[in-house]
């Protein structure tokens, strides 16, 4: 088998028992994997990943709450735009948000420095 192949056989499986519950999934696992206690063992680490994850994708990075809030995204304040005015990241200065959006926000910087 392909590492291909396998790496396929894996996500199966892992697509497949990561909505099951506990002892469904080891009754799936050791009837799907067929013995194979490598393939096994990699879909379990998936799954102890997954589950260690919590919900971190599902909250937005900002939110009219505040940081890690639960409520849509909203556009900065001006306080908060001004508090961000006074950031640097590593050799740029930000400016300004230009725009937000569902997945983020974008925002106009610049070189605070003129060494390269």
């Known amino acids: 088998m392909t590492d291909s192949n396998r790496w396929q056989q894996i996500e199966q499986l892992f697509q497949a028992s990561v909505d099951l519950d506990p002892g469904a999934r080891a009754t799936y696992l050791d009837e799907a994997s067929a013995g194979d206690q490598a393939i096994r063992a990699e879909v379990e680490a998936l ?11 599902e909250t937005p ?10 409520a849509v995204t909203v556009p900065l304040s001006e306080d908060e735009q ?5 950031r640097r990241l590593g050799p740029y200065k930000v400016i300004r948000e230009i725009g937000f959006g569902g997945m983020g926000a974008v925002y106009l910087a610049a070189r605070d420095y003129d060494e390269f």
């Open 47 to 57: 799954l102890a990943a997954d589950l260690d994850s919590g919900e971190f994708i």
């Open 61 to 70: 990075a900002y939110s009219e709450t505040g940081w890690f809030g639960d």
């Open 82 to 86: 001004e508090k961000l005015s006074q």
